[in-house]
C-alpha cells in the first residue's frame, strides 16, 4: 500500500508509452511538469495527454502546481539563482500535493508520477519529490522503457558514486555498474551533500 512509481514522457510514442503503463498495471497518472506542455513531443500537451488516458482507463490528474520545479519567488532560491529544493518541500503547496498522491496510494490506486525527462536523475521527481516519499517510508520505482529501478538501489548507488568520485553523474548505467571499493567510501561526505549537488545541477532557474 506504500508503492509509487515514477516515468518520463520522453519522446515515447502513445503506443509505447500506455503499454509501459498497462505493464505496471498504473491507473492514476499524476502530471508533475510546472508547465504541462511538450515542445518536442505535442501528444503529451495536457489535454491530449487526459483524453488519451481516459479513452484507456487511466485518471490524468495535472499537479504541477503543487509539485513542479518552477519556482519565481526569490524566498525558494539558493544564492545562485536556482530553485532550492529544501525550502521547496517546507512550503504549503508541496505539502498539499504530497498529501494528495500519498491519500491516492493509501486508497489504493497504482499512481506514477510523470515528468518530461526520461531519465529520473536529470528531473526534480528523483531529488525532489522521491526524496522526500523515501523519507517517509514510501516504495518508489522509476520506469525507464527496458527496466524498473528502485528509487533506494538507485539512491545507493549515486551515493557511492559521490563519494568515491566527489561529483555527480547523471549516467544511470555507469551508476549502477560502478565497483566501489570501500575503503574509499569512509568520509564526511553526507546523504544531504548529495542532494545538494544534484540540486544545484539539475534545478530550474528563473534567470536563464
Known sequence: ??????????????????NILKNNQIDVVVDVRSIPYSQFADQ??????????KKNGIYYISMG????????????LTDDGKVDFEKVVETKLFQE???RVTDGIRKGYNITLMC??????E?????LISRFLDE?????????????????ILYDKLFNYFRLKSKISLEIEKILNLNAIQEFLFN????????????KLVAYSPYT
Not at 65 to 76: I, M, P, T, V
Not at 136 to 152: A, M, R, S, W, Y
Request: proline share 2%; aromatic share 10%; glycine share 4%.
Open 1 to 18: 500500500m506504500n508503492k509509487l512509481y515514477t516515468i518520463g514522457h520522453s519522446t515515447h510514442t502513445f503506443d509505447l508509452f500506455i
Open 44 to 53: 503529451y500537451n495536457k489535454d491530449n495527454l487526459k483524453l488519451f488516458l
Open 65 to 76: 502546481n503543487l509539485l513542479g520545479a518552477r519556482y519565481e519567488d526569490k524566498s525558494l
Open 97 to 99: 500535493g504530497i498529501c
Open 116 to 121: 518530461s525527462e526520461k531519465n529520473p536523475l
Open 123 to 127: 528531473c526534480h521527481r528523483f531529488s
Open 136 to 152: 517517509q517510508g514510501f516504495d518508489i520505482n522509476h520506469i525507464l522503457p527496458d527496466k524498473i529501478i528502485e528509487h533506494k
Open 188 to 199: 564526511d561526505i553526507s546523504k544531504k551533500d548529495m542532494y545538494l549537488a544534484l540540486n
